[in-house]
T-cell receptor, first 116, second 111 residues
Framework: DAGVIQSPRHEVTEMGQEVTLRCKPI?????LFWYRQTMMRGLELLIY????????DSGMPEDRFSAKMPNASFSTLKIQPSEPRDSAVYFC??????????????FGEGSRLTVL | DQQVKQNSPSLSVQEGRISILNCDYT??????FLWYKKYPAEGPTFLIS?????DKNEDGRFTVFLNKSAKHLSLHIVPSQPGDSAVYFC??????????FGQGTRLTINP
């Protein structure tokens, strides 16, 4: 079975440019998370969706960040305009939410973003 | 506001000895705890978990202990092997909500 698929694996862009990160969760999973990994804060939750609906976006740093989940098999995280401090590894993860109980998260391999 | 804390950024252990990774949390409503392992250039992978109704869960060389009164959990690896060298994240969850992760501890197993 395919795991969580993220693209691109690496992105180098210049400050001010728009960045779009993509995620395909595991088929059958109905909960999707976006995390950012930094040295200082570890794995920082940005936003998560249950059944395609955003539940908690309190971790989104600024209005420059936005995330969408138009259907159960696709999500995007967009940064516009990007800044050097956005440089990090961004992880997407999914899980199957059963009867209101949380389950194990499965992570993608991450998208390493470098903003020059 | 860091609800899950791993106060040791790094740990070095001799091969064959026990590795003990620690994690503290502040929210007493957390009811499920997990440990993830991460190798460079890969996503974190699930290692072991424990429900708040238990105080110990064992899986092969890995054991997780939970002390609810102290809001503390630990991961024991014994015996430690070179392949265990990785970054370990502890995470906590409340009901069906978000997983909150700690900052991670880099474990190095020396031959």
């Amino acid at each position: 079975d395919a795991g969580v698929i993220q693209s691109p694996r690496h992105e180098v862009t210049e400050m001010g440019q728009e960045v779009t990160l993509r995620c395909k969760p595991i088929s059958g999973h109905n909960s999707l998370f976006w995390y950012r990994q930094t040295m200082m804060r570890g794995l920082e939750l940005l936003i998560y969706f249950n059944n395609n609906v955003p539940i908690d976006d309190s971790g989104m740093p600024e209005d420059r960040f936005s995330a969408k989940m138009p259907n159960a098999s696709f999500s995007t995280l967009k940064i516009q305009p990007s800044e050097p401090r956005d440089s990090a590894v961004y992880f997407c993860a999914s899980r199957r939410l059963l009867a209101g109980l949380g389950g194990e998260l499965f992570f993608g391999e991450g998208s390493r973003l470098t903003v020059l | 506001d860091q609800q899950v804390k791993q106060n040791s950024p790094s740990l070095s252990v001799q091969e064959g000895r026990i590795s003990i990774l620690n994690c503290d949390y502040t929210n007493s409503m957390f009811d499920y705890f997990l440990w993830y392992k991460k190798y460079p250039a890969e996503g974190p992978t699930f290692l072991i978990s424990i429900s708040s109704i238990k105080d110990k869960n064992e899986d092969g060389r890995f054991t997780v202990f939970l002390n609810k009164s102290a809001k503390h959990l630990s991961l024991h690896i014994v015996p430690s092997q070179p392949g265990d060298s990785a970054v370990y994240f502890c995470a906590a969850i409340m009901g069906a909500q978000k997983l909150v992760f700690g900052q991670g501890t880099r474990l190095t197993i020396n031959p």
